[in-house]
């Protein structure tokens, strides 16, 4: 069965570009980039991000409990280490609470983007 995002279209599109809009250190669930576009639900962004994530800061579009995208939790924990990103006590899942963005203005801040990003 083929993917459901195979192909780059404007959804996948809008998707990646919130998710590189996530600053430094936070996260947004994937239901929360689903509601703050207005479009689709956490399966949809899902999908998009496993067809079309690796382009973006994908470790930072996570569960909404906090963990990590599936099969992607070492690399996860350790961009999370060195993005400073609050974790719960057990350091296996980010601290929503504390961590998640709303998509408010990101504060100022210096973000390396992947390669073939800008």
């Known amino acids: 069965m083929p993917h459901a995002f ?5 959804y996948v599109e809008r998707v990646l570009e919130v998710a ?3 600053p430094v250190g936070m996260v947004m669930g994937y239901g929360d980039i689903a509601e703050y576009l207005g479009e689709g639900g956490p399966r949809q962004v899902g ?8 382009a973006v800061c994908w470790w930072r579009v996570i569960r909404s409990d906090g963990r990590p995208p599936p099969g992607h939790e070492v690399e996860a924990l350790q961009h999370y280490a060195a993005e400073a990103t609050p974790m719960r006590p057990a350091g296996d899942r980010v601290d929503m609470r504390r961590a998640r963005w709303d998509g408010a ?14």
């Open 105 to 118: 203005a990101p504060p100022e801040h210096t973000d390396v983007r992947p390669e073939g990003r800008t």
């Open 47 to 54: 999908s998009v991000m496993s067809a079309w994530g690796g």
């Open 20 to 22: 590189e809009a996530i």
């Open 6 to 10: 195979t192909r780059h279209t404007a």
